[in-house]
């Protein structure tokens, strides 16, 4: 019976089960899995290529117990026989188990590790006058792997074929002629062993493969979901504009902060920051220009913090900083450094000192999320009072021109 013909079957009767089906072989939904569906695939037929051919090593010479039982007299030709198709076999299941060969062409050492089973136990029929016992062997390889090996049904119409062929040979060179009877028992016996065997395989590779496609399926949809949801999740704490963490993001790691350090001695700070003018900013550059104001602001930023702490932005120009750990006088520092840096920065477009930012800086030690924002916001209207300046709760040091004025 054609390997395809079988397939069709197979897949027709299963098509109510299978998830996914063409004429018995396995559908991928997803392109992209195919490879990961055969590399499943063949791992799985070098598991079970092992155990068969475990099982033919240690099984096919105990059987010469057998035939010291059956056929005394030729009980010694054919432990030779079996003596010398243990060589190759052992050889096969050898590169099966520890060879990179074994990875890559499973079936086919397994395939030739029962070959030589099949024609050994042939050339045996052919030699003795109860031919009914080893006709059951030669039935048995056959079984075994439509029923456990796990690969393409054509590796079992492969062996059934070579069991055939060399089968016929035997016969055909046989010393004595073996009766009609003989030949139509044992050719009863290997075409129901074809025939079950190929369709157990068929079936069983159909199921498998569905199966296999059906998880590999599933893995990636599992791990697509999971990347949306890690996306979400970025997302819901991300600004889309800036990159930045979002309000809803700053409110909840300044909770932490704060509570952090109302439970030990470290202190926290945050600086709030607004660009200065930033609606004459759009009307003169348009939003387009505004929002590339805004997301060069938040990229210096970003580069001038340290890896703990939390840059967001909080409003529509109205940015923000969180740094646990640290006092005024670290916050007051980095505030100063941030506006004459974006006070340095000409975007295309723009003039110099065009884009200059107002800050307000609290720290403490115990304060609740609204407190220090309420002090941080009141510093902020102060800085806004002259622009281009950074509100604290310390006095500025006066600038080297501003301690010349007052000397006169």
């Given at each position: 019976m054609p390997t395809s013909v079988v397939r069709r079957l197979v897949g027709a009767l299963l098509a109510g089960d299978a998830p996914a089906s063409d004429g018995g072989r396995a559908v991928d939904r997803d392109p992209g899995g195919a490879a990961e569906v055969a590399a499943q695939q063949l791992r799985r037929a070098r598991a079970s290529g092992i155990v068969v051919g475990l099982v033919s090593v240690v099984v096919f010479p105990a059987w010469a117990f057998l035939d010291r039982?059956?056929?005394?007299q030729l009980a010694g030709q054919f432990l030779v026989v079996r003596a010398l198709a243990e060589i190759p076999m052992l050889i096969c299941l050898y590169l099966l188990w520890r060879s990179p060969l074994g990875h890559r062409r499973p079936e086919q050492l397994t395939l030739v590790i029962l070959v030589f089973v099949q024609l050994s136990i042939c050339w045996m029929v052919a030699q003795v006058e109860e031919t009914e016992s080893y006709a059951s062997g030669l039935s048995l390889a056959i079984y075994g792997v439509g029923g456990v090996l796990a690969a393409q049904v054509r590796w079992t119409v492969a062996l059934s074929a070579v069991t055939?062929?060399?089968?016929?040979?035997?016969?055909?060179?046989?010393?004595?002629?073996?009766?009609d009877g003989d030949v139509a028992a044992i050719a009863f016996w290997l075409a129901t062993a074809t025939v079950v065997a190929t369709v157990t395989h068929a079936v069983r590779h159909t199921l498998g493969a569905n199966e296999l496609s059906t998880r590999v399926h599933l893995l990636r949809e599992r791990e697509r979901t999971r990347l949306l949801l890690d996306r979400l999740e970025r997302l819901s704490h991300e600004d889309p504009l800036t990159g930045l963490a979002n309000r809803r993001r700053w409110d909840?790691?300044?909770?932490?902060?704060?509570d952090a350090a109302g439970a030990g001695s470290d202190p926290v700070a945050v600086v709030v920051i607004d660009v200065d003018h930033f609606k004459q900013v759009n009307d003169r550059h348009g939003h387009a220009g505004g929002d590339a104001a805004l997301r060069e602001v938040a990229r210096l930023l970003i580069r001038r913090v340290r890896s703990g702490d939390l840059v967001a932005r909080i409003g529509g120009d109205e940015l923000a900083v969180l740094m646990p750990g640290s006092d005024a006088?670290?916050?007051?520092?980095?505030?100063?450094?941030?506006?004459?840096?974006?006070?340095a920065l000409v975007l295309p477009g723009f003039t110099a000192g065009e884009l200059t930012l107002s800050l307000g800086v609290a720290a403490g030690t115990g304060l609740g999320p609204a407190e220090l924002m309420s002090r941080a916001d009141e510093r902020l209207y102060a800085a806004k009072a002259t622009r281009n300046a950074v509100g604290t709760p310390l006095p500025r040091p006066r600038a080297p021109h501003e301690t010349a004025d007052a000397g006169r």
């Open positions: 039982y059956l056929e005394p055939w062929a060399g089968l016929g040979a035997a016969i055909a060179f046989a010393p004595v002629p073996i009766s909840a790691e300044l909770e932490a902060a704060c006088d670290r916050a007051t520092e980095l505030a100063e450094d941030l506006r004459r840096a974006v006070a």
